[in-house]
């Protein structure tokens, strides 16, 4: 809508746009200097409150385009730490690079993409004036991205609307304990079991593992028994000797609900003179948040006949895995003494709990 006034001031007329955005003044607008204001624009568009001074003269048809700039506004999220991340080593509340959001417009056409910068900040192009749909659709590394949808409403010209978005960040730990007996004595069978093997990530975890050391001065490997596991699915059992570095396949495409149990020892497995096993590997491929052992793996070992009273020996285990290019281990260990007294005494022969 526009007003007309003569140089003095004086109001001559109050004219309105048409659908084609045109004003066409009476005939009876004499020649001469006059002022033209602004005084309400379309919707969305804000008012150009210059004074226009126009002349019409006689005879001549005057043509005046007067340009209304959209009102804009812009949205601006900041992205933080919900708590503390143990991969990155972010504190609680700590600004978060490479965010990626995705804003909608009412007909659910993307209208900008935004990612965070190294203040944790992203700031959207202008935008015309109305509501908008939010969305996270990447995460920055080693955090969950949250794709709840939110809104925004600019609501005048200038108008910044300001969001906090906090990532829960990804956590990975692995826990396994090992245990085994206090004593043994030269020549004795002995036990030792992986307990409280767990991915305890709040994330699955890929190329999942259990691993075994032995200690080879004291012991040699009879047997494995597998365990039963809490997610369905297969595993592969790989050893090492003291011959050869590289894993070999004891066992392949294993089932986890079956407690799998294997000979492992020189005949069993085909082994050359004076080698042995020095370490065992339970391989999985994926597994999921909160995966466990149900039972617990048990290794089975001979004790060297010719050890001395009160020798010592750790058997040791480590349980590991990985998400994208980081990875996360537990380690465990436990340790026997050989009671090898004179003929009449007993050992200690209590498992270890």
């Known amino acids: 809508m526009f007003n007309l006034y003569d140089l003095k001031g004086n109001l001559l007329g ?3 746009t048409d659908n084609r955005g045109i004003i066409e003044f009476p005939k009876e607008v004499q020649a001469g200097k006059y002022k033209l204001k602004e005084v309400k ?44 991340n143990t991969i990155t080593r972010d504190k609680t509340g700590a600004l978060l690079e490479g965010a990626v959001f995705e804003i909608y417009n009412t007909r659910l056409e993307v209208v900008d993409r935004i990612t965070t910068d190294s203040r944790g900040l992203a700031v959207s192009k202008e935008l015309p004036i109305g509501v908008y749909g939010i969305k996270e659709i990447a995460a920055p590394k ?52 992986l307990d409280n093997i767990s991915n305890t990530s709040n994330i699955p975890l890929e190329e999942f593992y259990v691993h075994d050391l032995l200690p080879t001065d004291a012991v040699r490997l009879n047997q494995l028994s597998t365990g039963t596991w809490s997610e369905k699915g297969k595993f592969d059992v790989l050893y090492r000797t003291n011959k050869k570095d590289a894993y070999r396949t004891l066992a392949s495409n294993l089932s986890t609900t079956t407690d799998n149990q294997l000979e492992c020892g020189r005949e069993a497995l085909g082994l050359a003179a004076n080698e042995y096993v020095t370490d065992i590997k339970l391989q999985f491929a994926e597994v999921g948040e909160g995966f466990h052992s149900v039972t617990s793996p048990i290794v089975t070992v001979t004790v060297l006949a010719d050890l001395p009273d009160g020798y010592r020996f750790t058997n040791r285990a480590d349980v590991g895995g990985r998400t994208e290019d980081e ?27």
């Open 41 to 84: 624009a379309p919707a969305g568009y804000v008012l150009d409150e210059m004074p226009k001074t126009i002349e019409v003269k006689a005879g001549e048809t005057l043509e005046l385009e007067i340009l209304n700039k959209p009102m804009r506004g812009q949205i601006q999220i900041v992205k933080t730490a919900a708590e503390n």
């Open 142 to 193: 080693y955090y969950f991205t949250d794709g709840t949808v939110f809104y925004a409403e600019l609501k005048v010209d200038g108008d910044l609307v300001r969001f906090e978005v906090k990532n829960k960040p990804k956590d990975i730990s692995v826990t396994i304990e090992k245990r085994g007996n206090v004593q043994a004595m030269p020549g004795d069978v002995i036990f030792y079991t």
């Open 327 to 353: 990875w996360v281990y537990a380690k465990d260990a436990w340790t026997t003494c050989i009671f090898a007294p004179p003929r009449g005494c007993l050992p200690k022969t209590g498992f270890g709990g």
């Open 14 to 16: 109050e004219y309105t």
